[in-house]
Antibody, heavy 115, light 106 residues
Framework: QVQLEESGPGLMQPSETLSLTCTVSGFSLTSNGVGWVRQPLGKGLVWMGTIWAGGSTNYNSAVQSRLSISRDTSKSQVFLKMNSLQPEDTGTYYC?????????WGQGVMVTVSS | DIQMTQSPASLSASLEEIVTITCKASQGIDDYLSWYQQKPGKSPQLLIYDATSLADGVPSRFSGSRSGTQYSLKISRPQVDDSGIYYCLQSYSTLTFGSGTKLEIK
């Protein structure tokens, strides 16, 4: 069955670079896009970016200058890297399979940015 | 960017009511509209995609429709388990979510 699982550090310092991994199973990254969605604590959902089946990427303009999404198809992993972290980057980060909508989601990983 | 205006922000309904949540797009989005349910501490779950298509395993009491650039999610005879926060998402262009509707079923 389709599964996605996020992993990464829970606590980051301001100005550091966040690295998250989304490990997928049950589908191929060369046939499906995977997106990242952030949810600040107690707030709504924000799309951050997507890596498509062909390897191209799209980013939310609000974070585009700080964000990079890549993948390793041999390991079925998608990576999110975001630099210059600020406290407002605190939240839960989800990866989700993305065929024009998000049909399967990971459980999310909570990231706190604090000194 | 396309704005999605979701309403109401919160809603309380009984088991016998029909619940309707709407999202109005700031421009046409060609039915690239999906709906999600999120329960506390859980990931969002897909309910409706392409404006009207029911996702696998979703009860038939959920339905989606469109009138102009306004999209609606309807829950007929809701269950207590349908309580949660509902979001719309447009994927016609740079993806944007609605602000969410907190639904309580009494």
């Amino acid at each position: 069955q389709v599964q996605l699982e996020e992993s990464g550090p829970g606590l980051m310092q301001p100005s550091e670079t966040l690295s998250l991994t989304c490990t997928v199973s049950g589908f191929s990254l060369t046939s499906n896009g995977v997106g990242w969605v952030r949810q600040p604590l107690g707030k709504g959902l924000v799309w951050m970016g997507t890596i498509w089946a062909g390897g191209s990427t799209n980013y939310n303009s609000a974070v585009q200058s700080r964000l990079s999404i890549s993948r390793d198809t041999s390991k079925s992993q998608v990576f999110l890297k975001m630099n210059s972290l600020q406290p407002e980057d605190t939240g839960t980060y989800y990866c989700a399979r993305h065929p024009d909508y998000f049909d399967y989601w990971g459980q999310g990983v909570m990231v706190t940015v604090s000194s | 960017d396309i704005q999605m205006t979701q309403s109401p922000a919160s809603l309380s309904a009984s088991l016998e009511e029909i619940v309707t949540i709407t999202c109005k797009a700031s421009q046409g989005i060609d039915d690239y509209l999906s709906w999600y349910q999120q329960k506390p501490g859980k990931s969002p779950q897909l309910l409706i995609y392409d404006a009207t298509s029911l996702a696998d395993g979703v009860p038939s009491r959920f339905s989606g429709s469109r009138s102009g650039t306004q999209y609606s999610l309807k829950i007929s005879r809701p269950q207590v388990d349908d309580s949660g926060i509902y979001y719309c998402l447009q994927s016609y262009s740079t993806l944007t979510f609605g602000s969410g509707t907190k639904l309580e079923i009494k």
